[in-house]
């Protein structure tokens, strides 16, 4: 691994872990500021809003100002709204350094992702993004462990003014970040044109309903899990453990999945991958072991989050030769953002109606119906 791949590992943990950490302030911040749950909830909407709203612009902001002054502005606007949090005594100070943040946490991954996989060896892109990923998973858990401590200990605006910080010393990696060689493309092709180029193009279409369709079954399965733990009457005592076993069956396969689709292709691995994770979403629904239910959480952790490296490597070799990274990435980052806000919803309202174990059989039957696009996608 190169140092640029290095510096952007970095640049993962401290990103994720700064939005992690805000989240982890809410309850701190509506006590400090004596606010309720809604505006606590206005505030984390904050965080997920400019993801959505920046996420296909973003193509463009790379083209125009590069790779290294995005990045940096990226973790620039992230370490301004730390700041701004360290000094706000209302809630809407807090509003509009939550905002700012938010603009930077939106303008990371569709710039992060395309760097990783352009200083990537083509038989290395599974593997290095794996890693990239996580990393920023790491970052999550160390920095909302280390930002809830101090803001239970000094308080939540000590918390955010260290995280400032360490942001700071984030935009100084940022900015050694040189920009890799670019292809020359037709300057005057406006970005309306490179978008409807993109969507028209079964080599973006097929991966990326494959993708889509991988969210629809994974993402919600560490939401649910302790809500059907519960039922099965496993303590709530128990509960950081499983969610302890998940993180780490989810760290492993990022990185073990990403490693083995550079060496036994990318289909074969998601696979045989959806197909593990189909048949133990509905077993989980069947056994009250509490050494089975831990297994299982490892390797559901292991499925749900670590194909996630497969399908980016498997999108970025399908569309590079025709698309530009930066715009492939914004429209992925956009839809899945999307359908991240919205599937938890979906699923808690089957949930409500059916029960806790229908969410588990219908992530299952989306796992498999992942595999149809699949089998249209041509490899070369």
């Known amino acids: 691994m190169n140092i640029t791949n290095l510096q952007l590992n970095f640049l993962h943990a401290s990103n994720d872990g700064f939005q992690a ?30 993801s959505i709203v920046l996420g296909i612009p973003s193509a463009a902001i790379i083209r125009k100002f590069g790779e290294r002054w995005t990045l940096s502005a990226s973790m620039g606007f992230t370490t301004l709204g730390l700041l701004l949090l360290s000094t706000s005594n209302n809630f809407v100070g807090a509003s509009v350094s939550f905002l700012i943040a938010g603009i930077g946490l939106a303008l990371f991954h569709p710039v992060a992702f395309t760097l990783v996989t352009k200083y990537s060896e083509p038989n290395k892109v599974g593997k290095n993004i794996g890693a990239f990923t996580a990393v920023g998973d790491m970052g999550r858990v160390l920095f909302g462990f280390v930002a809830g401590t101090i803001a239970a200990l000094l308080g939540v605006f000590m918390g955010s003014l260290l995280l400032g910080l360490v942001g700071i010393a984030a935009c100084a990696v940022a900015l050694q970040i040189k920009n890799p060689k670019r292809v020359p493309t037709n300057t005057q092709t406006k970005e309306h044109e490179r978008l409807l180029k993109l969507i028209r193009d079964k080599d973006f279409v097929l991966p990326e309903l494959v993708n889509l369709l991988d969210i629809i079954a994974s993402t919600s399965v560490f939401i649910f899990l302790p809500f059907l733990l519960l039922e099965k009457q496993v303590s709530s005592s128990n509960l950081g453990l499983f969610t302890a076993i998940f993180f780490c069956g989810g760290v492993t396969g990022r990185y073990a999945l990403g490693h083995l689709s550079d060496k036994y292709g990318k289909k ?56 530009e990274r930066e715009t492939v990435f914004s429209v992925n980052q956009t839809l899945a953002n999307i359908l991240m806000a919205v599937t938890p919803g ?26 149809l696009p699949l089998v249209f996608v041509d490899m070369d």
Request: charged share 5%; net charge neutral.
């Open 21 to 50: 950490a805000l989240m982890l302030f809410l309850p701190f911040i509506t006590e400090r500021l004596n606010i309720g749950i809604t505006e606590a909830g206005f505030l984390g909407t904050a965080i997920g809003f400019f």
């Open 268 to 323: 074969l691995v998601f696979t045989l991958a959806q197909i593990t994770m189909a048949a133990l979403l509905a077993y989980i629904t069947l056994t009250s072991s509490v050494i089975v239910l831990a297994c299982i959480s490892f390797v559901l952790g292991l499925g749900t989050t670590g194909t996630m490296p497969v399908l980016q490597s498997l999108l970025i070799s399908k569309t590079a030769k025709n698309h």
């Open 346 to 371: 979906m699923y808690g309202v089957l949930a409500a109606n059916l029960g806790i174990a229908y969410v588990f059989y219908v992530c299952g039957a989306f796992a498999l119906l992942a595999l």
